[in-house]
Structure formats: structure tokens, C-alpha cells
T-cell receptor
Framework: GAGVSQSPSNKVTEKGKDVELRCDPI?????LYWYRQSLGQGLEFLIY????????KSGLPSDRFSAERTGGSVSTLTIQRTQQEDSAVYLC?????????????FGDGTRLSIL | AQKITQTQPGMFVQEKEAVTLDCTYD???????LFWYKQPSSGEMIFLIY??????QNATEGRYSLNFQKARKSANLVISASQLGDSAMYFC??????????????FGQGTRLTINP
């Protein structure tokens, strides 16, 4: 597609359930990033993929969070046993290569609400 | 550790006026990139402009320019001839340019810009 695609756009689930968020990056982009945006914490980095490997997963808040990327393309962010503090907008971005001078292009995000 | 500071939580500007959004940063990296993003109420993050730490000239993209003062560690965004559609949140961000290590963007808290007709 022309831009980064994320699904679902909105997700409402009960506390304790698992959720999967999907990101389809811009075709040809080798680097993929996940961020979280919440009112109290602003924009926080979660994890960075170069190809299928994750050189930096330092932003994942707990072991309930995991992510994978397959085929150098689609990525899935999984949150297990969701908690209310997980409510946020989860943003995915991609860039041509994983270098600091490459702009990251963002998707529209998934708004996650934990009841 | 890197840090971005945006000291203006909100700004109100008359249409067609120029506006400057402030951004200061702190880093121990010698080589880094500075970015500005726009986030309208619809939520998408739109890349506006990039400045490399070794770029000698200030970056420009249409009505956007970046006033880069390396010694002061500031990277202010200037929007000329503001339009109603410029109303949005604006985020300053940075990351290291070296090829190894973290590529994460560190964001400021943002400035909410409102353009009045």
C-alpha cells in the first residue's frame, strides 16, 4: 500500500484478555517501529525491527508485551493479560532503512481501550 | 540519554501570520537527526521536516523551515503564512544517526497550535 496500515483502528477489550495489533509497513521499508501514545506518558518507543530481528526492544514495558515481524514485512504486537494502564494509542512506523537520518512514516494507530 | 523539551503547551496565532514552535534538546551523541511531526485531531503523525546535526544549512520544506542553532541545542520550527489547516499538535523528535544501536525517536511533549481566522 501507499502508507503504513494498522489494524484494527479501534479495539475495546476486557481486562485480562490478550490482544494482537497488526502493522503493515510501507512496501520496501526494512525498518519498523512500535510506539505508544498516552495522555500521561506522551509518545514512548516500544520496539524496533530491522528486517525480522529486533535490535532494540528496550521500550517494552513488561513481559506481557511481545512483538514479532515475519517476512521482513508485517509485524504483530501482542499484549497478554491486558491491564487498564495498557489503554493507549499504539502507533507503528516504518522507514526505508534503520538509520537515524531516515524519516519514520507512521500509520493511523490502533486505539486500545481496556475496560 | 536524549531529551527533547517543548516549552509551549499551546499557541494561538492569527491566520497568515508566521509562527515559531520552540524545541530544545539534550544529547551526548555527536551525530543525530532532528525531526518535526504534525498530528491533527484525526490522529495520524505526519512527517514535516528533518535536520541533520552536521547539516550546515537550515532545512526547508515549503512553508516549513527549521531554525537550527547547534550551540544552543535548539531546533525551532517556523511555519510561514499560517493556514487554518495548520491547527494541530506538533512534536519535535530526535534520534542518533550512527548505524548501530537504537533507532528510536525520542519525542517532546508537543505544542498544540491553533490558527484563528
Amino acid at each position: 500500500g501507499a502508507g503504513v496500515s494498522q489494524s484494527p483502528s479501534n479495539k475495546v477489550t476486557e481486562k485480562g484478555k490478550d490482544v494482537e495489533l497488526r502493522c503493515d509497513p510501507i512496501s520496501g521499508h526494512t525498518a519498523l517501529y512500535w510506539y505508544r501514545q498516552s495522555l500521561g506518558q506522551g509518545l514512548e518507543f516500544l520496539i524496533y525491527f530491522q528486517g525480522n530481528s529486533a535490535p532494540d526492544k528496550s521500550g517494552l514495558p513488561s513481559d506481557r508485551f511481545s512483538a514479532e515481524r515475519t517476512g521482513g514485512s508485517v509485524s504483530t504486537l501482542t499484549i497478554q493479560r491486558t491491564q487498564q494502564e495498557d489503554s493507549a494509542v499504539y502507533l507503528c512506523a516504518s522507514s526505508l532503512v534503520g538509520q537515524g537520518n531516515q524519516p519514520q512514516h507512521f500509520g493511523d494507530g490502533t486505539r486500545l481501550s481496556i475496560l | 540519554a536524549q531529551k527533547i523539551t517543548q516549552t509551549q503547551p499551546g499557541m494561538f496565532v492569527q491566520e497568515k501570520e508566521a509562527v515559531t514552535l520552540d524545541c530544545t534538546y539534550d544529547t551526548s551523541d555527536q551525530s543525530y537527526g532532528l525531526f518535526w511531526y504534525k498530528q491533527p485531531s484525526s490522529g495520524e503523525m505526519i512527517f514535516l521536516i528533518y535536520q541533520g546535526s552536521y547539516d550546515e544549512q537550515n532545512a526547508t520544506e515549503g512553508r516549513y523551515s527549521l531554525n537550527f542553532q547547534k550551540a544552543r541545542k535548539s531546533a525551532n520550527l517556523v511555519i510561514s503564512a499560517s493556514q487554518l489547516g495548520d491547527s494541530a499538535m506538533y512534536f519535535c523528535a530526535m534520534n542518533p544517526v550512527h548505524s548501530q544501536g537504537a533507532q528510536k525517536l525520542v519525542f517532546g511533549q508537543g505544542t498544540r497550535l491553533t490558527i484563528n481566522p
